[in-house]
């Protein structure tokens, strides 16, 4: 499968992708664009898959395609990461997220979508 280049250079892409990605990690839930949230699906998925294995190697590679991003309550997204989000899904084999079409954006009709870790 190609990659989706969602009208952005490398560097910007990269960076978008790890910024949601967290932000998906913190709030559980976010909307975006319909293509920037299939594409986001495979970032969390790997990223939770690396936090299902725990140990040190795996939180430095999580580290590294992840923002270091803080909640509202003041821990890191690779925290909520390790210690909240993955144990939850430790007897699932794959699917952590859920991407739900929503509606048609006025200004430039692009289609939104609802990504959520399930």
Do not use: C
């Not at 190609?2 to 932000?23: F, Q, T």
Request: no cysteine; glycine share 8%; charged share 35%.
């Amino acid at each position: 499968m190609e990659n989706r280049k969602l009208g952005r250079v490398a560097e910007h892409r990269v960076a978008l992708l790890k910024n949601m990605a967290a932000d998906l990690i913190l709030k559980g839930k976010i909307e975006t664009t319909e293509m920037k949230a299939k594409e986001l699906r495979t970032v969390v998925d790997h990223l939770i898959t690396l936090g299902k294995k725990g140990d040190l190697n795996a939180r430095r590679q999580a580290a590294a395609e992840m923002a270091d991003m803080e909640g509202k309550d003041g821990k890191s997204a690779l925290k909520v990461l390790f210690d909240e989000v993955a144990p939850k899904y430790k007897d699932r084999n794959g699917g952590y997220t859920r991407v739900t079409k929503t509606y048609v954006r006025r200004g430039d009709a692009a289609p939104m979508a609802i990504i959520e870790l399930v």
